[in-house]
């Protein structure tokens, strides 16, 4: 059989504004030769939103994110149309054999969805990518019931677990909970990643 190539994605979260640490992603990018950049919410606020993404586009990675509850659902679309890249809110993406759907904000803060609205945005992304062989699912806020979940009782989104029990993804890349960075656990078969802003690389 021959060797499929692996997709390379470097995933992180909630940099708040912070263009020295996206510095230090986008230099790891290109270091080791990510195929694509996957930003879990909190892109911006409360600092700059100068610099954010720029820094990836400048070394050529193709760049996909979602909103998170600081963002607000408008900025991911702005951010997308500035620097053209894609906001997976509702939508989604696929390279090689791998389907990314998404959806930005939170249960809390800026934009709140509840957790049908969540549950609904998610699976209106997946039906695209059903089909694909590998499917990676893109929040902010992390599922219910998790071990970051009795981190934190009740910070964990009811919508975003029933997504996973339905839809069944192979990946969950989210953040949020800025204590749980690196934390990844398994619901069924679906691997639950905090990627925090340090950044995860993971091949697929």
Request: aromatic share 8%.
């Amino acid at each position: 059989m021959e060797n499929k190539k692996k997709l390379k994605i470097l995933a992180a979260s909630d940099l708040h504004g912070d263009s020295f640490q996206v510095m230090k992603l986008a230099d790891r990018a290109e270091k080791e030769n990510v195929d694509l950049v996957v930003l879990c919410g909190d892109i911006t606020s409360p600092l700059e939103t100068k610099n954010i993404i720029k820094p990836f586009k400048d070394k050529g990675k193709k760049v996909l994110l979602v909103p998170g509850n600081h963002d607000g659902l408008a900025l991911g679309d702005f951010l997308a149309d500035l620097y053209n890249v894609k906001n997976l809110h509702g939508k989604y993406a696929k390279y090689y054999h791998v389907g990314f759907f998404g959806c930005g904000g939170a249960n809390v803060g800026l934009d709140a969805l509840s957790d049908e609205e969540t549950f609904e945005v998610l699976k209106k992304g997946f039906y695209y990518v059903k089909g694909s062989e590998k499917r990676i699912m893109v929040t902010h806020v992390h599922p219910e019931g998790t071990i970051v979940d009795k981190m934190f009782p009740r910070w964990g989104s009811k919508g975003v677990r029933k997504a996973i029990d339905i839809l069944k993804p192979d990946l969950l890349l989210c953040g949020h909970v800025h204590e749980a960075e690196g934390v990844e656990d398994l619901i069924g078969n679906t691997k639950v990643v905090n990627v925090g802003r340090n950044g995860k690389i993971i091949e697929i």
